[in-house]
């Protein structure tokens, strides 16, 4: 399980929202000292960061050098893979070196991935809240998810990794992720500190100089605040390595980070609000998004709709392990203002705002 005496860790994301916040805490971490962490990082000049101030090992290079993953991962008791959870061909690069080194020393390695409560849309485009709420506690509803659902893919096949037991595989679902990240990698200028899915609903709205929404806005989706789910990242680390007999992994490894709920028109009604005390907007109200505009925001209009999806879910798998989330909705509506202020000093390149993919970069 360790390397000389150390647990050897490889984590990809670190420059990004949920990776920096990840290994933020993994520095700080009581037992940081047992640690040997490795990251990839395709920025030089952050890497460097990482490795003088902090101590981070960093290899230098791309999602796109298999090879290298490969390797990495082979190297490691523990990854942690926090960047795109939609990279089948990078999945396969990094299964494939857990399985090697299971092959070679008989270790079981440990895999948290990243996916995201994306995986439970619908197409509700935003016209009514789905009486569906899933469980990570409720297995048979968990395997019923489609494989053609956004994340799946990739999913399945940490979930197979599992099943075929040459790694112990568990997977965090985070909900949308709200709050501007404050810690230690970001004061160094080494990771994002912005979420991504409510700026790109707010770059929307400075664009159109009126906050908007998919249909109606009636849908649902969870929330969750990026320490609140940074935590639970921890919480299920130190579980695997204190007690894995009683850490669920492959089907019982699902656990959702998500720590309250909000329709689509919450969180345009909030921009609105801002906007009209911002003097951009002259009324609070938002109006529906056209085909064009989603197309226009989100270059895709399937991408527009998801905006208006519905996403409802119930995290009790990490609460059992002592996940104790802090922040609530209430917070998470009474973030936004800060959040468009920070969105009005960014640069504007263009008028596309969002990928399909959890708040990762």
């Given at each position: 399980m360790?390397?000389?005496g150390?647990t050897?860790?490889?984590?990809?994301?670190a420059t990004?929202?949920?990776?920096?916040?990840v290994?933020?805490r993994l520095?700080?971490h009581?037992?940081?000292g047992t640690?040997?962490?490795?990251a990839?990082?395709?920025n030089?000049?952050?890497a460097?960061?990482?490795k003088?101030?902090?101590?981070?090992n960093?290899?230098?290079?791309?999602?796109?050098?298999?090879?290298?993953?490969?390797?990495?991962?082979m190297?490691s008791?523990?990854?942690?893979h926090?960047?795109?959870s939609d990279?089948?061909?990078?999945?396969?690069?990094?299964?494939?070196?857990?399985?090697d080194?299971?092959?070679?020393f008989?270790?079981v390695?440990?895999l948290?991935h990243?996916?995201g409560t994306?995986?439970?849309?619908?197409?509700a485009r935003g016209e009514?809240?789905?009486?569906?709420?899933y469980s990570?506690l409720?297995i048979e509803?968990i395997k019923?998810?489609?494989p053609t659902?956004v994340?799946r893919?990739?999913?399945?096949?940490?979930?197979?990794?599992?099943m075929?037991g040459?790694?112990?595989?568990h997977?965090?679902?985070?909900?949308?992720?709200?709050?501007?990240?404050q810690?230690?990698?970001?004061d160094?200028?080494?990771?994002?500190?912005y979420?991504?899915?409510?700026p790109?609903?707010?770059?929307?709205?400075?664009?159109?100089?009126?906050a908007?929404?998919?249909?109606?806005?009636k849908?649902?989706?969870?929330?969750?605040?990026?320490d609140?789910?940074?935590?639970?990242?921890?919480?299920?680390?130190?579980s695997?390595?204190?007690?894995p007999?009683?850490?669920g992994?492959?089907w019982?490894?699902f656990?959702?980070?998500a720590?309250g709920e909000?329709?689509?028109?919450?969180?345009?009604?909030?921009?609105?609000?801002?906007?009209?005390?911002?003097?951009?907007?002259?009324?609070a109200?938002?109006?529906s998004?056209?085909?064009?505009?989603l197309v226009?925001?989100?270059?895709?209009?399937?991408?527009?709709?998801?905006n208006?999806s519905?996403?409802?879910?119930?995290a009790?798998?990490?609460r059992?392990?002592?996940?104790k989330?802090?922040?609530?909705?209430?917070?998470f509506l009474?973030?936004i203002?800060a959040e468009?202020?920070a969105q009005m000093?960014q640069?504007s390149t263009?008028?596309?705002?969002w990928r399909?993919?959890?708040?990762?970069?």
């Open positions: 360790t390397e000389g150390k050897s860790i490889f984590l990809t994301g990004g929202y949920i990776g920096g916040a290994l933020a520095l700080g009581p037992s940081a640690f040997e962490i490795t990839l990082v395709r030089t000049e952050k460097n960061i990482l003088s101030k902090f101590g981070v960093v290899v230098i290079g791309t999602h796109q050098e298999f090879d290298k993953i490969h390797d990495l991962a190297q008791h523990i990854v942690f926090l960047a795109d990279d089948e061909a990078f999945i396969k690069a990094l299964l494939s070196g857990m399985k080194r299971h092959a070679k008989g270790d390695p440990i948290i990243t996916s994306g995986v439970l849309t619908d197409d009514y809240a789905t009486d569906t709420i990570d409720n509803q019923s998810i489609p659902a994340h893919h990739v999913d399945l096949h940490v979930i197979n990794a599992d075929q040459y790694a112990r595989t997977i965090v679902f985070p909900a949308t992720i709200y709050g501007i990240a810690h230690a990698l970001v160094a200028g080494v990771s994002n500190p979420s991504v899915q409510v790109g609903m707010i770059k929307a709205a400075l664009n159109r100089k009126r908007g929404m998919v249909g109606k806005g849908s649902l989706w969870p929330d969750v605040h990026i609140d789910v940074a935590e639970l990242y921890i919480v299920l680390f130190d695997t390595i204190s007690n007999g009683k850490t992994h492959g019982e490894g656990y959702f980070g720590n909000h329709t689509w028109y919450d969180i345009s009604k909030t921009i609105g609000k801002t906007l009209v005390q911002l003097g951009i907007s002259e009324e109200e938002p109006t998004f056209t085909v064009e505009e226009k925001y989100w270059r895709s209009e399937f991408i527009g709709w998801y208006g519905n996403s409802r879910c119930r009790e798998r990490g059992l392990l002592g996940w989330p802090k922040y609530t909705t209430e917070d009474k973030s203002p468009i202020e000093k640069p263009d008028t596309y705002v399909l993919i959890p708040e990762c970069y």
